[in-house]
């Protein structure tokens, strides 16, 4: 069990940008729950897109797998043969943990753990791909390369997962839709010093797109199908199909 996320509950004067260092990693469950609204029913909804998605002798990518959570559930959920999870993140805090708790899981599909920048892992024979709130921590100019790349690494029919905070180009929609997340928050136990102090620290660090900007970067990744399958407040996840 993580450990309650108290990180920003104390005022600092600097606030550092956001890392996914030991200190998060320990904290991370904690805190993604109380942070994403839904991110506990999206997690095993994962489970079921990897199963009716995965081909028998393919990869599942997990780009940005933190400790794992999305790995471990589609693992679970898999039952065609010969498929392999490939689990990669850059923070050596979170492979650190996520290598353990998937050496405690007794799931039958094999998983490699790797620390290495998503922007440079080989995709290939892939029949599913997840980018669970990972894109938005890249830099924008390297956003469209990524998804080209794991569009060619991509069976056809595989498909693509992601899954972002977004933002709204009406302002009116873009106030209430934030209000909303941090009533939330609110409710979540989180204080309107925690709240603030956490999204002074993801500000530079992360560069939020609209649904329209992840759609129309898809299409030009060359997606033939992009639906949108869930949204609650400014979160939301897309499936693409090639």
């Known amino acids: 069990m993580s450990e309650r996320d108290k990180i920003y509950s104390s005022p600092v004067q600097d606030i550092a940008d956001f890392r996914f260092d030991e200190r998060v990693a ?10 994403i609204p839904g991110y506990s029913l999206i997690i095993p909804l994962l489970g079921l897109l990897a ?15 933190s400790l ?6 589609m693992r679970r959920a898999v039952s065609q043969p010969g498929v392999q999870i490939v689990a990669v993140d850059t923070s050596p ?3 650190k943990r996520c290598s353990e708790l998937v050496a405690e899981d007794n799931s039958r599909v094999p998983v490699s753990v790797s620390m290495g920048d998503v922007r440079d892992t080989d995709i290939d024979n892939a029949s599913l791909v997840v980018l669970n709130f990972t894109l938005q921590f890249l830099a924008p100019d390297d956003r ?10 991509l069976n056809e029919d595989g498909a693509l997962v992601i899954s972002e905070k977004i933002r709204f180009e009406d302002d009116v929609e873009e106030r209430l839709q934030t209000e909303l997340h941090h009533d939330f928050k609110r409710s979540q136990g989180y204080s309107d010093l925690e709240i603030a102090q956490k999204r002074n620290a993801l500000e ?25 399958w869930y949204q609650c ?3 939301a996840s897309l499936l693409a199909i090639k």
């Open 51 to 65: 199963r009716r998605f995965a081909q028998p002798d393919t990869h599942i990518y997990d780009l940005g797998c």
């Open 144 to 153: 469209q390369a990524l998804l080209k790349r794991i569009y060619q690494g």
């Open 26 to 35: 320990r904290v991370f469950p904690d805190m993604i729950n109380r942070s």
């Open 233 to 235: 407040f400014n979160f």
């Open 68 to 73: 794992g959570a999305a790995t471990l559930a």
């Open 204 to 228: 530079k660090v992360m560069q939020l797109d609209t649904l329209a900007g992840h759609h129309e970067r898809l299409k030009q990744a060359g997606f033939r199908y992009i639906y949108p």
């Open 93 to 95: 805090a979170m492979i």
